[in-house]
């Protein structure tokens, strides 16, 4: 029993030479045009351009920590493109994912317009690597667990510890959200949260733009320090 996929073409046979049918044109032929009418064959051919690949979600640096599904691609089309496919499959592909070839090497996305998923897939098992950001390292180097005074100073020891982490995407795109400045509404103290404010000029009623630019939140699940307690 033949099991027909995206992977087999249709092909018409000439002398010992098999031409494609391009997935195109395959509602403008008929049977008729394409088979061996004489020996009642009709060819299909394996096509070495398109392939069933298995998509891993790998979670750095645990590359045991992943999820996997599996699409039908063109390896000759660029990541960009790629890109663009995934987002409509059930990998549900997001700006928050990156390619990675066999190595587990980021493609950075300037070089997904020059780059096919011929180039980066793991050959020996059909396998396509996407990689997710460590946001521990943004942890660390932001120093997250650490406390803050109202004034933006860091404090000098871990406040908690993020155990654990939710990331909600953003569209991809600022708004202007104006908002009320009463008299009274903000204390002195928390306007560093405008940085060209002068906090010497009051008025009864005014109003500030804020312009908000978002890619993802992050909301983090903690619990206090152990030593952070004991203080």
């Known amino acids: 029993m033949i099991k027909m996929d995206d992977s087999l073409?249709?092909?018409?046979?000439?002398?010992?030479?098999?031409?494609?049918?391009?997935?195109?044109?395959?509602?403008?032929?008929?049977?008729?045009?394409?088979?061996?009418?004489?020996?009642?064959?009709?060819?299909?051919?394996k096509n070495s351009v398109r392939s069933d690949i298995t998509v891993k979600i790998v979670s750095l640096p645990n590359l045991n920590d992943y999820s996997s599904s599996?699409?039908?691609?063109?390896?000759?089309?660029?990541?960009?493109?790629?890109?663009?496919?995934?987002?409509?499959?059930?990998?549900?592909?997001?700006?928050?994912?990156?390619?990675?070839?066999?190595?587990?090497?980021?493609?950075?996305?300037?070089?997904?317009?020059?780059?096919?998923?011929?180039?980066?897939i793991d050959t020996k098992s059909n396998t396509l690597y996407l990689i997710k950001p460590d946001y521990q390292f943004l942890i660390n180097k932001l120093k997250?667990?650490?406390?803050?005074?109202?004034?933006?100073?860091?404090?000098?020891?871990?406040?908690?510890?993020?155990?654990?982490?939710?990331?909600?995407?953003?569209?991809?795109?600022?708004?202007?959200?104006?908002?009320?400045?009463?008299?009274?509404?903000?204390?002195?103290?928390d306007i560093f949260l405008f940085e060209d404010i002068d906090t010497n000029k009051r008025t009864s009623n005014s109003t500030c733009t804020v312009i908000e630019y978002s890619k993802v939140s992050l909301k983090f699940k903690t619990e206090p320090d152990p030593e952070f307690v004991k203080l």
């Open 70 to 120: 599996n699409v039908n691609f063109n390896l000759k089309d660029k990541l960009s493109s790629i890109r663009e496919k995934l987002k409509q499959s059930n990998v549900k592909m997001n700006d928050t994912l990156s390619f990675a070839n066999s190595s587990m090497a980021e493609i950075s996305r300037e070089d997904e317009e020059k780059i096919i998923l011929k180039e980066i």
């Open 144 to 189: 997250l667990e650490y406390g803050r005074t109202i004034s933006l100073d860091r404090a000098n020891k871990k406040a908690f510890k993020i155990n654990d982490y939710d990331i909600t995407e953003i569209a991809d795109e600022h708004k202007y959200t104006k908002i009320d400045l009463k008299e009274g509404q903000f204390m002195e103290k």
């Open 9 to 45: 073409l249709f092909a018409k046979r000439n002398n010992q030479n098999y031409a494609f049918i391009a997935r195109e044109v395959e509602d403008k032929k008929i049977l008729a045009e394409i088979m061996d009418t004489e020996n009642k064959i009709l060819y299909l051919r």
